[in-house]
């Protein structure tokens, strides 16, 4: 796992300024999700239930927490400046690897910040903010196991979260070698460890980040181990239905300040597990 510090030298900076201009605008200037939020007076927050350290449950009062779920209530915060609401209410929406592009786009969902990567195929779906982390996609497995990377997965049960890169990328690449994985779509994270750790997949593949968290809270975390050679690195982001080019722009103003990259995370809990993660 790394950051990049082209992605964090302004990444928080930049993505908690996504939908923030230095002063409120006036309704009838709104367009699109802000003119939604302004006239609803809610703003609808798309999470993960199972994503961690990025978003997810962690009890049983339903409220996402995470990394960047913090990141999406400094986004709520600009948006109360820039429309001049005060009282702009927060719902919360639960979305999957394979619902949360089309939540966004119907409009019930209005900001998704969870896991989701920045790629030029979901570029055509939907609008993406400054990057706020760099992943690569690798591998969970037994520490004492001898499948240390993707050749050594030849025939073997392999398992991965449906509807994310990571599937893209494991299927193509066993059709392109010949490898004769059988390749496992589980729901979600939580059901793709659970199909390693049961025996039934010899290998997990997914964005490092979230396999170290998916590690961390296993019975036994130090049994497991992230390895292989990343496939792909790609760069986690806030994201919003597709805009305007004026609108567009209201969203994705930058700040002129940029972060330091030791200091950029937020000073809470999940801040401090990514941190400690930055090893793997």
Known sequence: MRIAPHVLGAAISAALAAALISTPVLAEELTGTLKKIKESGTITLGHRDASIPFSYIADASGVPMGYSHDIQLKIVEAIKKDLDMPALKVKYNLVTSQTRIPLVQNGTVDVECGST???????????????????GTR???KKDSSYKDFDDLKGKNVVTTAGTTSERIIKAMNADKQMGMNVISAKDHGESFQMLESGRAVAFMMDDALLAGEMAKAKKPDDWA??????SYEITAVWF????????KRWMTPLSRRSNPAT??????????LRSLLKV
């Open 139 to 141: 591998l969970l497995s």
């Open 226 to 231: 992230v390895t292989g050679t990343a496939q």
């Open 117 to 135: 990567t920045n790629n030029v195929e979901r570029q055509k779906q939907v609008d993406f903010s400054t990057g706020i982390f760099e992943v």
């Open 264 to 273: 950029s995370m937020p000073s809470t809990a999940s801040g401090s597990c």
């Open 241 to 248: 239905a597709r805009a305007t080019p004026r609108s567009r």
